[in-house]
């Protein structure tokens, strides 16, 4: 219980930001970093915590976005129902690709997890008559939702977010779990050395295809919020390469292995992105890098490490510090 308050406070914190009254500008910025949390985390959950660097997470995304738009949209299936089953999609896809890319390890693993992220945009792109092709799908109109005596309102962004909460919610509960089991000390021993980890009877790639199936079933949500919250997809907005480089950027600029790094990564580079996007117009990419690289260049640990390092620094280290020792 008392781990599970500081979560369940700041969830109640969070879900009542709509009735500040913020407008809707503040409200997407909000829901896009919640979103980029969510897609962080799962990088995380691989990247971070096992050390297994993937440049592919754009194809888990990619299939939870367009599982999403087809269940929908030749189903019937309602989007908050596809997103479940896009993240099931995600997972399931995974399993292969772990069982596959896993027996090969650092470099080689990463340029084989960015030869599947290829592959699967290809077949987005040339598989026209499940994907839609280059042409993607369109939601028109979203299916109308009653909680009890009130109809949600799709037009207002405060569904988005609320969905958006629990999704990020989600993903960063689930990675403290992680990293506080049994699972996450086999991941820190496959981290640090895998070689002695399967010296000491730790199954390394059954425990990676696991994780992985973890991370894909976060991606996948990721990917089907997307899709139910911009109401379209289409190879290269879903598939792309620099998706997967943002949601490592995202891990690593919050701090790789921690639980809040993604989300204070998905703060500082979305949010800022977004608000001096407006200001500099094509030159917030250039901002969005060089804070990157500053982050990167003096705090390797991520920002999310630095101060968590700072505050767990015994007092009379922490002065040493200050003043030069």
Known sequence: MRR?????????????????GPGSFVLHVLILVLMWTTLGAAWNVLGGLAGQ???????LVGVGAYTTMILYLKLGIAPWWGMLAGGAAAALVSLPIGLLCFRLRGPYFSLATLAVAEIVRLVALNFESLTNGPVGFLITALPP??????????????PFYVAAVLLA???LVSTDWVKGSRLGAYLVAIREDEDAAEAVGIDTVRVKVITLAHSAFLAGLGGGFYAFYFRYVDP???????LSMEMVFIAMVGGLGTVGGPLVGATFLTAVAEVVRGQLGLGHL???????????RF???????????????PRGAAADVALGG
């Open 4 to 20: 599970a308050a500081p979560w369940v406070a700041a969830i109640a914190a969070a879900l009542l930001v709509p009735f500040a």
């Open 53 to 59: 660097v993937s440049f592919g997470h754009a194809a």
């Open 145 to 158: 939702l009653h909680l009890g005596g009130w109809a949600v309102n799709w037009e207002s962004k405060t």
């Open 169 to 171: 919610a989600a993903a």
């Open 236 to 242: 290269d907005a879903v598939c792309n390469i620099g």
């Open 286 to 296: 250039v901002f969005y890098g060089l804070s990157m690289m500053l982050v990167i």
């Open 299 to 313: 705090m390797p640990e991520g920002i999310w490490g630095r101060v968590h390092r700072l505050l767990t620094r």
